[in-house]
């Protein structure tokens, strides 16, 4: 069975950092890109970053300068290593595998973060 | 990049067609093919409904489909179901090799 499973959210205060992983299994990780897309509480989807297979990243402009994607293929595991974080990055973050054709299949169950003093 | 616009909500009895529009620009809908549409339930994980404007993942039913014509795509689902209530999303890769999503719809079945 494919599976992405999400950990690593909390709560957190402005400023501060946070390191959220996704660890796969049943598929061959090595193969994929993957992505982090955020959905706040009531609020629509947002896609945060990708990782291809080759190490090149990407990322949205409210984020970039600010989060790190990055992966360890032999721990077939994603990260999001998240700095400088503001109370509008308060969100649940899901990830997601993508075979290099541009969608998101599947998605994790999602890490809520919130950032609060 | 500013979010894909979508209707808020769009609403329906069991048994008739929808369709769910997703308006973007130049700089994504109407320069790729990479379109998909997401459908999630309340408190569940979206799922892959419609992949590359019209494709439909297996053991999606062939009750959802999807086209696009200009800056514009759409979802339609025919022959309405209660099981379909729920938020659909549509996104789209850019031409600033980032993706965006839309502002989401809320499908209600009257």
């Known amino acids: 069975e494919v599976k992405l499973v999400e950990s690593g959210g909390g709560l957190v205060q402005p400023g501060g950092s946070l390191r959220l992983s996704c660890a796969a299994s049943g598929f061959d990780f090595g193969a994929y890109d993957f992505h982090w897309v955020r959905q706040p509480i009531g609020a629509p989807l947002e896609w945060v970053s990708g990782l291809s297979t080759t190490g090149d990243t990407y990322y949205a402009a409210s984020v970039k300068g600010r989060f790190t994607i990055s992966r360890d293929n032999a721990r077939n595991s994603l990260f999001l290593q998240m700095n400088s974080l503001r109370v509008g990055d308060t969100a649940v973050y899901y990830c997601a595998r993508d075979k290099g054709a541009n969608w998101f299949d599947p998605w994790g169950q999602g890490t809520l973060v919130t950032v609060s003093s | 990049q500013s979010a894909l616009t979508q209707p808020a909500s769009v609403s329906g009895s069991p048994g008739q067609s929808i369709i769910v529009s997703c308006i973007g620009t130049s700089n994504d809908i109407g320069t790729y093919n990479y379109v998909s549409w997401y459908q999630q339930h309340p408190g569940k994980v979206p799922k892959l409904l419609i992949y590359e404007v019209t494709n439909r993942p297996s053991g999606v039913s062939s009750r959802f489909s999807g086209s696009k014509s200009g800056n514009t795509a759409s979802l339609i689902i025919s022959g309405l179901q209660t099981e379909d209530e729920a938020d659909y999303y549509c996104?789209?890769?850019?031409?600033?090799?980032?993706?965006?999503f839309g502002t989401g719809t809320k499908v209600t079945v009257l």
């Open positions: 996104a789209s890769y850019t031409t600033s090799v980032t993706y965006v």
